[in-house]
């Protein structure tokens, strides 16, 4: 079962930024194959949407939340897809998950229930 690796997490004040990367676990598994997303779960609450792109990489889509501090982004040469967040806020606390979708449209996915293949997670926490 193919697996995405999550990392780049950690502690950071706020306003500062970090970069979380997800990438295949076997090398066969060609992320720009598919459209891809990053969520988020703090303690208590359900999975979030956070950000989207598409198979393509033409299309792109935030949560309000995030809009304007946070990028996708994807390096095709390193099979890996980037979440770049700045500004960062305490309300920016919680596990932060990659997830693929196999498909040929190019378009972005922003449910949990539309993805098969998911990251481990990797916890940001934002101190005040």
């Known amino acids: 079962q193919v697996q995405l690796v999550n990392s780049g997490g950690g502690l950071v004040q706020a306003g500062d930024s970090l970069r979380l990367s997800c990438a295949a676990s076997?090398?066969?598994?060609?992320?720009?194959?598919?459209?891809m997303g990053w969520f988020r779960q703090a303690p208590g609450t359900e999975r979030e949407f956070v950000a989207a792109?598409?198979?393509?990489?033409?299309?792109?889509s935030y949560a309000d939340s995030v809009k304007g501090r946070f990028t996708i982004s994807r390096d095709n040469a390193k099979n890996t897809v980037y979440l770049q967040m700045n500004s960062l806020k305490p309300e920016d606390t919680a596990v932060y998950y990659c997830?693929?979708?196999?498909?040929?449209?190019?378009?972005?996915?922003?449910?949990?229930?539309?993805?098969?293949?998911w990251g481990q997670g990797t916890q940001v926490t934002v101190s005040s």
């Open positions: 076997e090398i066969t598994f060609t992320i720009s194959r598919y459209a």
């Open positions: 997830a693929a979708k196999g498909t040929i449209a190019s378009v972005t996915f922003t449910h949990t229930y539309d993805y098969t293949y």
């Open positions: 792109l598409s198979r393509s990489g033409s299309s792109t």
